[in-house]
Antibody
């Protein structure tokens, strides 16, 4: 069964840090690009970051550049999002999601999603 | 960045109705468009990719069309399970963007 499971969310004060993890199972993780997508309470979906299947290239939305860092460990079937200098506007449910194209170097549709982990940034 | 605009934001309809949701891109994205369904408290579910390719297991009452800048999601005959929020997403760039969503509610 193809599955993604996020962990690491929680409450943090502005300026703090969190590290999110995404554990993958049921597919060959090393063959697919991966995303982080977030959704603020009651709002729409917002792409955060994308990493190639082999980890060689990484992309970020402008508002998180220099603060967030995406990585993956294909030997552990895991992806991570290190979030530093957190701001109240980063408050959201963070989803990890799988690209639908085998070994693609270009973003695609997101065919598998985790259940999400809530990050709350507040003093 | 490419901007994605969905309409309407909210749609009231009845079981059995045919509904159409529109997504417009600020520049051409070829057929690099996906549609998702999201229910409250749940993760989005991919319905359609490449503008018109139905995902395995998605009912055939869902269909997508369009290319370039104008796209539509059509639900042929609404079922009770279809009342949810729908998002479009472009993936023609390294900054893939989502539409703001269309909430489909029971009339």
């Amino acid at each position: 069964q193809v599955q993604l499971e996020e962990s690491g969310g929680g409450g943090v004060q502005p300026g703090g840090s969190l590290r999110l993890s995404c554990a993958a199972s049921g597919f060959t993780f090393s063959n697919y690009g991966m995303y982080w997508v977030r959704q603020a309470p009651g709002k729409g979906l917002e792409w955060v970051s994308f990493i190639w299947y082999d980890g060689t290239n990484k992309y970020y939305r402008d508002s998180v550049k220099g603060r967030f860092s995406i990585s993956r460990d294909n030997s552990k079937n895991a992806m991570y999002l290190q979030m530093n200098s957190l701001r109240p506007e980063d408050t959201a449910v963070y989803y990890c999601a799988k690209d639908d194209v085998y070994r693609s170097s270009w973003p695609g549709a997101l065919d598998i999603w985790g259940q999400g982990t809530l990050v709350t940034v507040s003093s | 960045d490419i901007q994605m605009t969905q309409s309407p934001s909210t749609l009231s309809a009845s079981v059995g109705d045919r509904v159409i949701i529109t997504c417009r891109a600020s520049q051409s994205i070829s057929s690099s468009l996906a549609w998702y369904q999201q229910k409250p408290g749940k993760a989005p579910k991919l319905l359609i990719s490449k503008a018109s390719s139905l995902e395995t297991g998605v009912p055939s009452r869902f269909s997508g069309s369009g290319s370039g800048t104008e796209f539509t999601l059509t639900i042929g005959s609404l079922q009770p399970d279809d009342f949810a929020t729908y998002f479009c997403q472009e993936y023609n760039s390294y900054s893939p963007g989502f539409g703001q969503g269309t909430r489909l509610e029971i009339k």
